[in-house]
């Protein structure tokens, strides 16, 4: 008898669950959230990028610089932005800031001296740990490759040569 209505029980219980499911499916997800989804912060314009000088020749080296320096750029407006900023001065969080943590400032050359490009590399790849063992700048090796770590290094290293911001014409032009 028991045996019964606990198969019983189950069985509705597995219905209504499946009920809800289906009922959920149709409709919008927009209707289940009881506050509307935060609006994006729209994009800064292309003006507000620091000017890093591109190599102007067509031998295969400055060709690949070039190439380098424009991907190392896009992956750092979208990656690195949110906390070193657009310009690279670090910023751009208020909240790491407030724990004591400021994010660096790419564009202090003495700073960046100081750092070699293996170290900048392992950063990237393995994050950056405060005296507690947080992460106060997360790895990025399971996002980036090798390669786009390299990238982001190169255009980082040009950053404190960028003339100041805000100035189009330094821009660089599409050849």
């Known amino acids: 008898m028991y045996r019964l209505l606990i198969s019983v029980g189950l069985g509705c219980l597995g219905l209504c669950i499946w009920m809800m499911l289906a009922l959920m499916e149709r409709e919008p997800p927009a209707s289940r959230l009881s506050t509307p989804p935060p609006q994006m912060a ?67 050359l003495a700073k960046m001296q100081k750092l070699s490009d293996w170290e900048f590399f392992l950063a990237l790849r393995d994050g950056v740990k405060d005296e507690r063992g947080w992460f106060t700048m997360p790895p990025w090796a399971s996002v980036l490759t090798s390669a786009e770590m390299w990238d982001v290094i190169i255009y980082v290293r040009r950053l404190p040569a960028a003339p100041p911001s805000g100035n189009a014409a330094c821009l660089p032009s599409q050849e």
């Open 42 to 108: 729209p994009t800064p314009p292309a003006a507000r990028l620091p000017a890093v000088s591109l190599p102007s020749g067509t031998d295969p080296e400055s060709v690949a610089l070039r190439h380098a320096i424009g991907n190392g750029e896009r992956i750092y407006q979208q990656l690195c932005y949110y906390c070193h900023g657009r310009q690279g001065k670090g910023d751009n969080n208020a909240y790491m800031e407030s724990r004591g943590h400021k994010p660096a400032d790419h564009t202090d």
